[in-house]
């Protein structure tokens, strides 16, 4: 079992990220659509990653809020890929707890009406779930 | 004829049929054919973005590998199936390590390296027969509908991957939509976010965004939305509640060559 | 055998912190022929050469190995010294243990290993060498400047003022480059044109200065000291001896659809034309792909219209052939292509780059200096400027280097719009302001301070086209918030690249260039303005992005460089060249077919092969055109090509000494 001093660099290798590359240019937080629901912006994640301090970014309402529309890889000028950086976060989360503080599988079928895509399900499950 | 490998998806299999069914006898109009793979899974719906998330990617390397033991390319319609299938594939051609991994749990059935050629089935239209070509069979020509093409996120980006179009500045449904005799509208917003899978927890989240999306279209003139994605369709069409409605890309296409779906596939389309 | 003495280097730390640099010298003394061995801290000072030149004469030392730093950084140092007392200084060898040892090698024994080798491979090498004697060869008094912007003409004329011939080749009609095309200058306010234009008279009517416009390299041959050059003058159409610049050809051309680069493209211009006004020589162009005359054969109006009968439309390209003694590369900069960041909008009419945003405010431009949105004619009430567009980007579509200049012109728009017009709000997206030159900061401190423009610390993600104003979404990184604004105006401070044709013209000159295409500096510290081709300088932003001041000093320095070239009578050749024993070639010109600067000939030879008397064809290596690449050495299939200096036994010597 890795400790916990070794997180930040279990999040690096999950995320695939090069948080060291980051210039602080601010582009992924200026092309993110979900930004004002984040508490920890994507610009952010880079300097929480950089000081270790994975449990916080675990706990952001960020990793709920991404929605994973790579805007922010797609124009960073540095390649640094801030998406993975939260969707790390993310994973370590539900893989830690198992079940998401975000929404169990038992919310689902109310959430549901006849139009519903499949996409829709499978995709909300394979993110909120383990 | 011309063959294709074809992956559906699930969602085609439903609530999305008409995006399935038009493109099928609209393949046979312009002179080639959809092969559904056997027993294929569920791609996932999002690309397993983790470094070390293997299992989850396996549903697609074995349609991958079906597709590569046909000996044809793999087409695909559903924007999320077509995201993720293009970018484990990417996987299995360029990462050393996730090739390995995919390949320990394949045994009997590997290995795959990634010789597959994943094909939209707009890119079909695109590369193998050609806009040109689309035009001269063209029946009913869209003349007068004003169009705007909505592409959404998971066709463009990361488009190093992806390689489908200019993930800024696209133009590949448009010239499409050209093509068929209809006046593309350009918007800003096309290539942005519906909300995505955000609808199923936050709906008035997802409501937001594909307003922007819709208020965007309509602002720069379009009088109805196509798409590939079918959550796309479904977040802008519960936002706009059918002021300006969304359809797929191949009910268009089947509009202007003049083919109706046929009868089993059509009763599909409740 | 010859008597070898060894001198170790500790370089301060540079070497001695990572070799044992006692050991080395231990070992060497272990060394064939090897009397005398030694360290010093810094063996290129004075102490560290009269060392040696003691040792010399002590010990009787007929060969000497140097064990430091890289051959290019003090080789001729050490060669001198041999010299002054009287060692040929061929017999003078440097083992390079700091850039291929020292400073690669963390592990103190491995290091130390390294040095070993390579001192006693410069020991197997000196036991072979020959005392060689370098040649002299003439120099031409007469430069070449290669690009007619700011750079060129100030090299141009500092040639030229201390009474040199200089000949500048210009590819666009006429000279003045970039800073023809800018209104004020950083950081005074200066106006550009009342600077430049003075400057391009005094080049047009300079006495040693001949303007070759409308021209181009079209092949480099020669070394330094003695280029030939043939320079490609494209035809004008217009006789430049008949015409007077009355402008009648121009004000009548019926052909005016040619977007005018001079004015980055916002305006047409004729068929028939002169970039701006002031432009240096007054003689206009036929753009024959724009000419309807050369189109479908009618029109000639302008022909019609010429008094002196200046027009000529059968004229053809012209190449003129000459010698120069040293080559000045100015060829400048270009910004870049915008269509891969389509997030900033760059197809929209009021989405400009920062070039084009210079022409809008100069009075000559394309509105008449008035400050309007090209689309709808409207003056803006928000002007949004953002920094960093393809700069400082790692990824494919973008440069990784700061573009170093956009972040003062950026005051200097934001600031001028300010002056003039109060009422307008500048607000400026940055990542970094860099502001390090002279009273740079306090320029860019002036735009905030006195003049109210926001600066905001973070970028823009995306920019949309509303038709009446634009919409941008970007972060404050400071304030932690996303914004959404309404702007009228956006101005793109975008990144800069070398011009397109100085790749061709350094593969010409056998110059090189770095990653991103611009040229390479011989070292970056001591020999900053000049190529590692001998005889080949640089100035301005060919060689980097560069402001004016930084240009203009670079190009005072290259001239300092080209004078001290031109003012010597002869220059002494390098003795490493190539040379053929005759025994051995049979004449089969595969040496001849890789030499690529032409130095190999054959000429029919009477020979005497024990005693056998025949004549025989043979290679001939023409000293002065070889530059001791040794490319005609491994190609020759016999053996007889050998490189002085360098020869097949030497380099076999070090290999084996490598491997013991």
Redesign the interface.
Known sequence: MLGRTDLPNRLR????AKDKDCMKCGKCSASC??YE?MDIRPHQFVSYLQRGDVDAMMNSTTVW?C?????C??RCPRDVKP??II??AR?MLIRRQGDTP??SAD??PE?LDP??????????L??YTK | MVVYTYYP???LK???ARLDSYARVSARALGFELEEIDQWQ?C??????????VA?KLACVRALMAARDSGRPLVTL?S?CHHVMKRVNHDMRMDKDMRAKVNNYLEDEGPYGGETEVLHYLEVLHKHLGFAKLKEMVVNPLSGRKIGAYYG?ML?????VMEFD????PTLFENFLKALGAEQVVF??RN??C???????ERE?SAE?AAKVAD?AA?HGAEELITA???C??NV??TSGGKLPVVYFTELLAQALGVEAEEEEAAHVG | MKRVGVFVCHCGTNIAAAVDVGEVVDKARLERGVVFSAEYPYMCSEAGQTMIANAVKEHNLTGVVVSACSPRMHEVTFRKAAAKIGLNPYMLEMANIREQCSWIHKDKDDATKKAVSLTSAAVAKVHLNTPLFAGESPVTKRALVIGGGIAGISVALDVADAGYDVDIVESTPGIGGRMAQLDKTFPTLDCSACILTPKMVDAATHDNITLHTYSEVESVEGFVGDFTVTIRKKARSVDMKKCTGCGACYDKCPAKKAPSEFEEGLSNRKAIYIPFAQAVPNVPVIDREQCIKFKTGKCGLCETVCAPGAIDFEQQDELVTQKYGAVIVATGFRPIELG????Y?P?SKDVLTSLEFERITNAAGPTKGALVRLSDGRKPKSITFIQCVGSRDTT?RGKAYCSKICCMYTAKHAMLVKDKYPDIDVNVYYIDVRSPGKNFDEFYRRAAEEYGVNYIKGQVG?V???GDHLVLQAADMLDNRQITARTDMIVLATAIEPLKSTKPIASMLTASIDTNGFMTEAHPKLKPVESPTAGVFLAGACHGPKDIPETVAQAGAAAAKVLGLLSKSKLTTNPCVAAADELACNGCSACESVCPYGAIGYEDRQINDHGVRGNQRLAAVNTALCQGCGACAVTCPSGAMDLLGFSNRQILAEVDALCR
């Open positions: 290798v999950i995320s695939g659509p979900s629901k809020a929605l994973c529309c790579y805007a890889i797609e998406a993975q969707e790390a994973l975000y929404v919310d689902i959430l139009d519903t895509p499949q996409q829709l399900l499978v995709s909300a394979r993110k | 998806g699930c969602t439903t609530q999305a569920c996932g719906a999002v690309y397993p973005l983790g470094t070390d998330e989850a559903c999320a996120c463009l980006r990361p488009s190093a200019d993930p800024e500045n800003p917003q942005e976010c909300g995505g899978y955000i609808s199923l927890r989240r965004m965007s602002r994605c079918p959550l369709l479904y069409n519960k | 891969k960041f389509g997030e909008a197809e494919p995306k949309v086209d509303m």
